[in-house]
Nanobody, 120 residues
Framework: HVQLVESGGGSVQAGGSLRLSCAAS????????MGWFRQTPGKEREGVAS???????RYADSVNGRFTISKDSAKNTLYLQMNSLKPEDTAMYYC???????????????WGQGTQVTVS
C-alpha cells in the first residue's frame, strides 16, 4: 500500500522561500515518476513540477526558474524548493506518484493529503 505524506507548508511573505517534502512508504521512488500539483478553491488542479526515475524534470511555466523539484531515493522523499514566492502561489500543494512527466495522472496514481502554502 503506497502512502504519501506532505509537509513543509506554511505562511510566508512574498519573495520568501519554502521547501515542501513528500515522504513515501510502500514503494521506492525508482519505480514511479513523481510530481507536485497545487489547487485553490474553485480552480482546477495545476501541475507544478515533475521528476522521472532518471532524474529528468519538467516545470510549469508559472514556476520555472523559481521552483526546484528533487528527490532523495535513499530516503524515499520528494522535495519542492520554492523561492521568490508570489501571492499567486498560494494553494494546497499535493505530491503524486505514477503521473507522467508531463503531469498527466491516470486514475491509479497515488496522492498525498496536501500541505497548505500561503503567500501574502
Amino acid at each position: 500500500h503506497v502512502q504519501l505524506v506532505e509537509s513543509g507548508g506554511g505562511s510566508v511573505q512574498a519573495g520568501g522561500s519554502l521547501r515542501l517534502s513528500c515522504a513515501a512508504s510502500g514503494y521506492t521512488y525508482r519505480r514511479y515518476n513523481m510530481g507536485w500539483f497545487r489547487q485553490t478553491p474553485g480552480k482546477e488542479r495545476e501541475g507544478v513540477a515533475s521528476i522521472d526515475s532518471d532524474g529528468r524534470t519538467r516545470y510549469a511555466d508559472s514556476v520555472n526558474g523559481r521552483f526546484t523539484i528533487s528527490k532523495d531515493s535513499a530516503k524515499n522523499t520528494l522535495y519542492l524548493q520554492m523561492n521568490s514566492l508570489k501571492p499567486e502561489d498560494t494553494a494546497m500543494y499535493y505530491c503524486a506518484a505514477g503521473c507522467s512527466l508531463t503531469l498527466v495522472c491516470a486514475p491509479g496514481a497515488y496522492w498525498g493529503q496536501g500541505t497548505q502554502v500561503t503567500v501574502s
